[in-house]
C-alpha cells in the first residue's frame, strides 16, 4: 500500500515536471522578426508578383512604343515626299536632299504612285535590306515579336520600313538603320523598369501596410497569448481578451479566450481530482482495515440466538463485504485498473431486492417503491457492479424524492422499476415522480463535479454507472418523459455465446 501511496504522490510531480518542461519548450521558440515572419515573405511576394504584372504589361507597351517611333518617321518622311513630288519634274537639290535625310534619319526616302515608285531622297545606300515592316496592319504578337527582337538582337541592321499616305493610294518607303530605335528602344525600357519597380515598391508597401494591420498583428497576438499562457496556463491573467468584431480573426480570438478558460477549469479540476484522489488513498487505506475488523466482529453475529439479530445479519454481512469491496476497488480505480465485469446469469427480482433492503425507505416518509419486475427474469452480468449502478440511480431518486413537495398532492412520491427482455437484451427502467432534473444537470450528465442534481453533489455516482454499464457492452441514458419525474434507461446484452459452449450445454 505504501508503494501505491508513492506511486499516486509521485503522479502530481511528474506531471507538472512535464508540464514545465512542456511549456519552457513552447516559451523557447521565439516569435520571428517583423519582415523576416510572414509579414516579410508577403512583401517580398507582393513585390515579385507586381514585378510579373508589370512585365506582362511592358511587352505590349514597348511594342506600341516602336510602332509608334516608326510611324512618326513614316508620317515625316512622307509630309516631306508629297513636298518633293510636288516639285516635279525639278529634281531636289542635294543639300535639301540631305536635310530631308537627316530631319527623318533615314538613307532612302521612296514614294510609290499610280503603281511605280520614286526616289525622293538618298545617301549611302545600303547594299542590303535587313529587316522590312510593313506598318499598314501588323497583328499585336507580331509587333511584340519584332520589339523584342529590336530591343535585344538589334543595332547595326538595315530596315525598310513602308506604309500607306493618310487615306491615299500612295505609299512612302523609308530605308534606315535601327540604332536610333534601339536607343530609344532601351531608354523607354530603363524608364519603364524604374516606373514599375517604384510602382511595385508602393503597392508591396501599402498592402503590407494593410494585411499587416489586418492580419499580422492580430495573429502576433493571438501567437503570444498562447505562448503566454502555454508558460503559466494557470493563470487567469494569461487567458486572451478577444475584441468583439465580426472578421475570421476576431472569431479564431474568442474560440481561443473560450478554449483557454475551460483548459484553465479542466487543468483546476484535474489538480483538484489528483489531490483528492491522493486523499481517498490514504483514507480509504485505514478505512479498509476498520471495515475488516468490522467484518470479524460481524461474523459473531450469526452464533446469536436473537431471532431479529439473525434476520438482519447476513443483510449486515452483506452490506460490509461490499464496503469491504468498493474500498479494494477505489483503490484499484486509483491506479486505473477497473476490474473487467465477471459475468453470469442472476435473478434481476432479487437484485433489486436488495437494493430496496439497503435504501430501508422510512415507511412514515411517504415514498412508494413499486417493484415491477417478473420473478424469473434473468441478466447476464456481474451481480456486483449492476447492483451498484442501480443503487445509485435508486439513490439519487430516493434523495430527490425526500425534499420534494408535488404542487398537486393527489400525485405520489413513488419510485417505479420495471425490466423486460427483448431477445438477448435486458432494458431496466427507474423512474420517479420527483422534480426532474435541472438543466445544468441534464448538460453535464456524466461528468464529475459538474453532473449533479441537488446541491453538494459530486454527479460521480452516474459517472460510475455509464463506466461500469459500458464495461458490460450495455447503454445508460437519460429518459424525457411528458410528466415531471427522471426516467433511466439502462439496457445491458447477453454475452456473445460460442458455437462450442453452446453445443457442451447442449
Known amino acids: 500500500m505504501t508503494s501505491h501511496m508513492d506511486d499516486a504522490a509521485e503522479t502530481p510531480k511528474q506531471e507538472q515536471s512535464a508540464q514545465t518542461g512542456t511549456a519552457s519548450r513552447a516559451s523557447a521558440e521565439q516569435m520571428p522578426q517583423l519582415f523576416r515572419g510572414l509579414s516579410g515573405r508577403l512583401l517580398w511576394l507582393t513585390i515579385v508578383f507586381v ?4 512585365i506582362l504589361i511592358f511587352m505590349p507597351s514597348v511594342a506600341g512604343m516602336r510602332m509608334n517611333w516608326l510611324r512618326d518617321r513614316l508620317d515625316t518622311a512622307a509630309a516631306a515626299g508629297i513636298v518633293i513630288d510636288g516639285l516635279q519634274p525639278a529634281e531636289l537639290p542635294r543639300a535639301v536632299q540631305d536635310d530631308t535625310l537627316l530631319a527623318t534619319g533615314t538613307k532612302v526616302i521612296a514614294l510609290r504612285k499610280d503603281g511605280t515608285s520614286r526616289l525622293l531622297a538618298a545617301v549611302d545606300v545600303p547594299p542590303q535590306i535587313d529587316e522590312q515592316y510593313d506598318l499598314t496592319d501588323t497583328p499585336l504578337l507580331v509587333t511584340m515579336r519584332d520589339a523584342l527582337d529590336t530591343l535585344f538582337l538589334g543595332g547595326g541592321r538595315v530596315m525598310r520600313i513602308y506604309g500607306p499616305i493618310g487615306e491615299s493610294d500612295m505609299i512612302i518607303e523609308l530605308v534606315m538603320t535601327d540604332d536610333a530605335l534601339r536607343k530609344d528602344m532601351l531608354k523607354y525600357a530603363k524608364m519603364m523598369f524604374l516606373l514599375s519597380l517604384l510602382i511595385s515598391i508602393i503597392t508591396a508597401v501599402l498592402i503590407f501596410l494593410a494585411i499587416n494591420r489586418m492580419m499580422i498583428l492580430p495573429i502576433r497576438r493571438l501567437t503570444k497569448s498562447m505562448q503566454k499562457f502555454s508558460e503559466q496556463p494557470e493563470d487567469p491573467a494569461r487567458v486572451f481578451t ?3 468584431s465580426r472578421g475570421e480573426l476576431a472569431v479564431a480570438g474568442r474560440h481561443l479566450s473560450a478554449m483557454q478558460t475551460e483548459l484553465q477549469r479542466t487543468l483546476k479540476q484535474q489538480r483538484n481530482l489528483a489531490d483528492l484522489g491522493l486523499a481517498v488513498s490514504k483514507i480509504n487505506h485505514d478505512m479498509r482495515n476498520i471495515l475488516a475488523s468490522a467484518q ?7 452464533d446469536v440466538e436473537d431471532p431479529m439479530v439473525r434476520s438482519f445479519a447476513p443483510k449486515l454481512l452483506r452490506t460490509i463485504d461490499r464496503a469491504v469491496g468498493y474500498t479494494t476497488e477505489v483503490l484499484a480505480y486509483g491506479q486505473a485498473s477497473e476490474a473487467a465485469p465477471k459475468r453470469r446469469r442472476i435473478l434481476l427480482a432479487e437484485l433489486f431486492q436488495e437494493v430496496r433492503d439497503i435504501l430501508a425507505i422510512d415507511p412514515d416518509a411517504g415514498i ?3 417493484d415491477q419486475i417478473a420473478v424469473d427474469l434473468e441478466v447476464d452480468c456481474d451481480s456486483e457492479q449492476i447492483f451498484r449502478v442501480i443503487h445509485n440511480l ?3 431518486a430516493l434523495q430527490a424524492l425526500v425534499t420534494f413537495e408535488p404542487d398537486d398532492k393527489s400525485i405520489a412520491r413513488r419510485i417505479t422499476v420495471s425490466a423486460h427482455r427483448v431477445g438477448s437484451v435486458v432494458s431496466i427502467m427507474i423512474d420517479d415522480t420527483g422534480p426532474g432534473m435541472p438543466r445544468k444537470a441534464r448538460e453535464n ?10 446541491s453538494g453533489g459530486t454527479g460521480l455516482g452516474l459517472v460510475i454507472a455509464r463506466e461500469l ?6 447503454t445508460i441514458a437519460l429518459v424525457e418523459k411528458p410528466t415531471e419525474g427522471t426516467q433511466f434507461r439502462i439496457e445491458i446484452p447477453d454475452r456473445p455465446v460460442s458455437l462450442d459452449d453452446y453445443r457442451a450445454r447442449a
Do not use: I, K, Q
Request: hydrophobic content about 45%; some cysteine; overall charge positive.
Open 51 to 54: 514585378m510579373l504584372a508589370e
Open 469 to 474: 454499464v459500458l464495461a458490460h457492452g450495455g
Open 368 to 370: 412508494e417503491f413499486h
Open 445 to 454: 450528465l456524466f461528468s464529475a463535479f459538474r453532473g449533479s442534481a441537488r
Open 394 to 396: 435508486c439513490r439519487n
Open 296 to 302: 470479524l466482529m460481524s461474523d459473531r453475529l450469526t
Open 242 to 244: 478577444a475584441d468583439r
